[in-house]
T-cell receptor, first 110, second 115 residues
Protein backbone atom coordinates (compact mmCIF):
# COMPACT_ATOMS: atom_id res chain seq x y z
CA UNK A 1 0.00 0.00 0.00
CA UNK A 2 1.42 3.37 -0.97
CA UNK A 3 1.96 5.84 1.86
CA UNK A 4 -0.55 8.37 0.59
CA UNK A 5 -3.01 7.54 -2.16
CA UNK A 6 -5.34 9.85 -4.00
CA UNK A 7 -7.62 9.52 -6.99
CA UNK A 8 -5.73 11.53 -9.65
CA UNK A 9 -8.90 12.65 -11.40
CA UNK A 10 -9.35 14.91 -13.25
CA UNK A 11 -12.57 16.05 -11.70
CA UNK A 12 -14.43 18.28 -14.14
CA UNK A 13 -17.32 20.14 -12.51
CA UNK A 14 -19.45 23.20 -13.31
CA UNK A 15 -19.37 26.33 -11.22
CA UNK A 16 -21.48 25.99 -8.11
CA UNK A 17 -21.02 22.23 -7.82
CA UNK A 18 -19.96 20.40 -4.70
CA UNK A 19 -16.97 18.12 -5.11
CA UNK A 20 -15.27 15.73 -2.71
CA UNK A 21 -11.74 14.38 -2.75
CA UNK A 22 -10.60 11.35 -0.81
CA UNK A 23 -7.25 10.18 0.37
CA UNK A 24 -5.95 7.13 2.24
CA UNK A 25 -2.70 6.81 4.15
CA UNK A 26 -0.76 3.79 5.31
CA UNK A 27 0.96 4.92 8.52
CA UNK A 28 -1.44 4.41 11.41
CA UNK A 29 0.87 6.45 13.65
CA UNK A 30 0.58 9.61 11.53
CA UNK A 31 -0.32 12.65 13.58
CA UNK A 32 -0.36 15.53 11.13
CA UNK A 33 -2.66 15.89 8.17
CA UNK A 34 -3.03 18.64 5.60
CA UNK A 35 -4.51 19.57 2.29
CA UNK A 36 -2.35 21.64 -0.05
CA UNK A 37 -3.30 23.33 -3.26
CA UNK A 38 -0.96 23.57 -6.23
CA UNK A 39 -1.63 25.71 -9.27
CA UNK A 40 -0.05 24.83 -12.60
CA UNK A 41 3.70 25.49 -12.56
CA UNK A 42 3.54 26.97 -9.07
CA UNK A 43 4.60 25.85 -5.64
CA UNK A 44 2.24 23.95 -3.31
CA UNK A 45 0.43 26.15 -0.79
CA UNK A 46 -1.18 25.10 2.45
CA UNK A 47 -4.95 25.03 2.10
CA UNK A 48 -5.85 23.72 5.53
CA UNK A 49 -4.81 21.44 8.33
CA UNK A 50 -7.07 18.48 9.06
CA UNK A 51 -8.16 17.78 12.63
CA UNK A 52 -9.73 14.68 14.11
CA UNK A 53 -12.93 16.57 14.87
CA UNK A 54 -13.16 17.82 11.31
CA UNK A 55 -12.77 21.44 10.37
CA UNK A 56 -14.23 23.98 8.03
CA UNK A 57 -12.83 27.06 6.35
CA UNK A 58 -15.45 28.86 4.33
CA UNK A 59 -16.47 26.62 1.45
CA UNK A 60 -13.89 23.97 2.37
CA UNK A 61 -14.46 21.15 4.84
CA UNK A 62 -11.85 18.59 5.83
CA UNK A 63 -12.53 15.33 7.63
CA UNK A 64 -10.24 12.74 9.17
CA UNK A 65 -11.13 9.15 9.97
CA UNK A 66 -8.22 7.67 11.89
CA UNK A 67 -9.76 4.21 12.17
CA UNK A 68 -10.04 3.92 8.39
CA UNK A 69 -6.91 6.02 7.73
CA UNK A 70 -8.93 8.21 5.43
CA UNK A 71 -8.96 11.94 4.80
CA UNK A 72 -11.45 13.93 2.78
CA UNK A 73 -11.84 17.42 1.40
CA UNK A 74 -15.23 18.82 0.42
CA UNK A 75 -15.52 21.95 -1.69
CA UNK A 76 -18.93 23.57 -1.85
CA UNK A 77 -20.11 26.11 -4.41
CA UNK A 78 -17.08 25.58 -6.65
CA UNK A 79 -15.51 28.65 -8.25
CA UNK A 80 -13.45 28.90 -11.41
CA UNK A 81 -10.56 29.91 -9.17
CA UNK A 82 -10.73 26.54 -7.38
CA UNK A 83 -9.26 24.87 -10.46
CA UNK A 84 -5.96 23.39 -9.27
CA UNK A 85 -4.37 20.19 -8.04
CA UNK A 86 -5.14 19.26 -4.44
CA UNK A 87 -2.48 17.37 -2.51
CA UNK A 88 -3.20 15.16 0.48
CA UNK A 89 -0.34 15.30 3.01
CA UNK A 90 0.56 13.30 6.12
CA UNK A 91 3.67 13.04 8.29
CA UNK A 92 6.02 10.15 7.70
CA UNK A 93 6.56 7.16 9.95
CA UNK A 94 9.53 8.75 11.69
CA UNK A 95 7.70 12.02 12.21
CA UNK A 96 10.55 13.86 10.49
CA UNK A 97 8.92 15.08 7.31
CA UNK A 98 5.71 15.27 5.33
CA UNK A 99 4.67 12.86 2.62
CA UNK A 100 2.67 14.22 -0.28
CA UNK A 101 0.12 12.37 -2.35
CA UNK A 102 0.36 12.72 -6.10
CA UNK A 103 -2.62 15.03 -6.13
CA UNK A 104 -6.14 15.23 -7.50
CA UNK A 105 -6.78 17.63 -10.35
CA UNK A 106 -9.91 19.76 -10.28
CA UNK A 107 -11.19 21.74 -13.24
CA UNK A 108 -14.16 24.04 -12.67
CA UNK A 109 -15.90 25.35 -15.78
CA UNK A 110 -18.47 28.07 -16.38
CA UNK B 1 6.79 39.20 1.56
CA UNK B 2 8.40 35.94 0.46
CA UNK B 3 10.16 34.43 3.47
CA UNK B 4 11.77 31.79 1.31
CA UNK B 5 13.56 32.21 -1.99
CA UNK B 6 15.19 29.73 -4.32
CA UNK B 7 17.90 30.37 -6.83
CA UNK B 8 18.30 29.97 -9.68
CA UNK B 9 14.71 29.79 -10.89
CA UNK B 10 15.73 28.01 -14.08
CA UNK B 11 18.89 26.21 -15.07
CA UNK B 12 20.07 24.12 -17.96
CA UNK B 13 23.21 22.12 -17.37
CA UNK B 14 25.16 19.38 -19.06
CA UNK B 15 25.39 15.78 -17.95
CA UNK B 16 28.28 15.20 -15.59
CA UNK B 17 28.57 18.73 -14.28
CA UNK B 18 28.03 19.63 -10.62
CA UNK B 19 25.08 21.87 -9.85
CA UNK B 20 24.17 23.70 -6.65
CA UNK B 21 20.72 25.01 -5.87
CA UNK B 22 20.20 27.50 -3.09
CA UNK B 23 17.35 27.97 -0.67
CA UNK B 24 17.32 31.08 1.50
CA UNK B 25 14.84 31.86 4.28
CA UNK B 26 14.24 34.91 6.41
CA UNK B 27 11.85 33.23 8.85
CA UNK B 28 14.48 31.74 11.16
CA UNK B 29 12.77 28.35 10.93
CA UNK B 30 14.71 25.38 12.17
CA UNK B 31 13.52 22.87 9.59
CA UNK B 32 14.29 22.97 5.88
CA UNK B 33 13.57 20.45 3.15
CA UNK B 34 14.39 19.71 -0.46
CA UNK B 35 11.81 17.93 -2.62
CA UNK B 36 11.70 17.10 -6.29
CA UNK B 37 8.50 16.93 -8.27
CA UNK B 38 8.10 14.82 -11.37
CA UNK B 39 5.04 13.83 -13.40
CA UNK B 40 3.60 10.60 -12.09
CA UNK B 41 5.61 10.76 -8.87
CA UNK B 42 4.43 13.81 -7.04
CA UNK B 43 6.69 15.44 -4.48
CA UNK B 44 9.49 13.26 -3.14
CA UNK B 45 11.80 14.15 -0.28
CA UNK B 46 15.50 14.37 -1.15
CA UNK B 47 17.13 15.65 2.04
CA UNK B 48 16.11 17.65 5.04
CA UNK B 49 17.73 19.65 7.81
CA UNK B 50 16.73 20.05 11.43
CA UNK B 51 19.36 22.61 12.32
CA UNK B 52 22.70 24.07 11.35
CA UNK B 53 24.94 21.23 10.17
CA UNK B 54 22.19 18.71 10.99
CA UNK B 55 20.89 16.98 7.89
CA UNK B 56 19.44 13.63 6.93
CA UNK B 57 18.44 11.70 3.85
CA UNK B 58 15.02 11.40 2.34
CA UNK B 59 13.63 8.74 0.03
CA UNK B 60 15.47 9.84 -3.15
CA UNK B 61 18.83 11.07 -1.84
CA UNK B 62 21.17 9.16 -4.19
CA UNK B 63 23.22 11.56 -6.29
CA UNK B 64 22.47 14.52 -4.06
CA UNK B 65 24.21 16.15 -1.12
CA UNK B 66 23.21 19.07 1.08
CA UNK B 67 24.78 21.56 3.39
CA UNK B 68 23.49 23.94 5.98
CA UNK B 69 26.15 26.18 7.45
CA UNK B 70 23.71 28.92 8.47
CA UNK B 71 20.11 28.82 9.64
CA UNK B 72 18.96 30.77 6.62
CA UNK B 73 20.64 28.80 3.84
CA UNK B 74 20.16 25.22 2.69
CA UNK B 75 22.12 24.14 -0.37
CA UNK B 76 21.38 21.16 -2.59
CA UNK B 77 24.22 19.85 -4.75
CA UNK B 78 23.98 17.43 -7.61
CA UNK B 79 27.44 15.93 -7.59
CA UNK B 80 27.41 14.92 -11.26
CA UNK B 81 24.15 15.77 -12.94
CA UNK B 82 22.31 13.10 -14.91
CA UNK B 83 19.29 13.35 -17.19
CA UNK B 84 17.19 11.55 -14.55
CA UNK B 85 17.71 14.56 -12.31
CA UNK B 86 15.82 16.81 -14.69
CA UNK B 87 13.01 17.95 -12.44
CA UNK B 88 11.42 20.78 -10.54
CA UNK B 89 13.08 21.23 -7.16
CA UNK B 90 11.21 22.77 -4.27
CA UNK B 91 12.62 23.93 -0.99
CA UNK B 92 10.33 24.12 2.04
CA UNK B 93 10.62 25.51 5.54
CA UNK B 94 8.74 24.72 8.71
CA UNK B 95 8.53 25.71 12.35
CA UNK B 96 8.32 22.07 13.35
CA UNK B 97 9.33 18.69 12.03
CA UNK B 98 6.00 17.79 10.54
CA UNK B 99 4.23 16.39 13.56
CA UNK B 100 2.46 19.62 14.23
CA UNK B 101 -0.06 21.84 12.58
CA UNK B 102 2.20 24.36 10.91
CA UNK B 103 2.75 22.59 7.63
CA UNK B 104 5.39 23.78 5.21
CA UNK B 105 5.96 26.94 3.24
CA UNK B 106 7.45 26.29 -0.15
CA UNK B 107 9.74 28.32 -2.33
CA UNK B 108 8.83 29.04 -5.93
CA UNK B 109 10.91 26.15 -7.22
CA UNK B 110 13.89 25.65 -9.51
CA UNK B 111 13.35 24.09 -12.92
CA UNK B 112 16.45 22.11 -13.72
CA UNK B 113 17.11 20.55 -17.10
CA UNK B 114 20.07 18.24 -17.58
CA UNK B 115 21.02 17.77 -21.23
Amino acid sequence: RKEVEQDPGPFNVPEGATVAFNCTYSNSASQSFFWYRQDCRKEPKLLMSVYSSGNEDGRFTAQLNRASQYISLLIRDSKLSDSATYLCVVDNQAGTALIFGKGTTLSVSS
Amino acid sequence: DAGITQSPRHKVTETGTPVTLRCHQTENHRYMYWYRQDPGHGLRLIHYSYGVKDTDKGEVSDGYSVSRSKTEDFLLTLESATSSQTSVYFCAISEDSGQGNYGYTFGSGTRLTVV
